[in-house]
């Protein structure tokens, strides 16, 4: 099947960067789209933007203009850049992919276990 690992997540001060990473590996023909999702404290999961396979990109209003998501298609990688970070970022990034898995099948979601990204005042 499809394996999905984010990492990158932690602790960091309001106003700091940080980047990051969900690494795409196993049986993949084909991903469609990548998006990163969060969930903050009591809340429930919200997309947080997307990439497709050509590259175009599609932002939340909340992190528009401050996070930017790239993708390296060799290592079937995408990236979420996080800039100017403010505290009400604080939640679980998840990693969710749209990837097809053979020629005759669907594109099926796909999704990362979460990494915590904490931002203190």
């Known amino acids: 099947q499809v394996q999905l690992v984010e990492s990158g997540g932690g602790l960091m001060q309001a106003g700091r960067s940080l980047r990051l990473s969900c690494a795409a590996s196993g049986s993949i023909l084909e991903i469609v789209a990548m998006r990163w999702y969060r969930q903050p404290p009591g809340k429930q999961r919200e997309l947080v933007g997307a990439?497709?396979?050509?590259?175009?990109?599609t932002y939340s209003d909340f992190v528009k203009d401050r996070f930017t998501i790239s993708r390296d298609g060799a290592k079937s990688t995408v990236y979420l850049h996080m800039n100017s970070l403010k505290p009400e970022d604080t939640g679980v990034y998840y990693c969710?992919?749209?990837?097809?898995?053979?020629?005759?099948?669907?594109?099926?979601?796909?999704w990362g276990q979460g990494t915590q990204v904490t931002v203190s005042v």
């Open positions: 969710n992919g749209l990837i097809r898995t053979g020629w005759s099948s669907l594109p099926q979601n796909f």
């Open positions: 990439i497709t396979s050509g590259e175009g990109t």
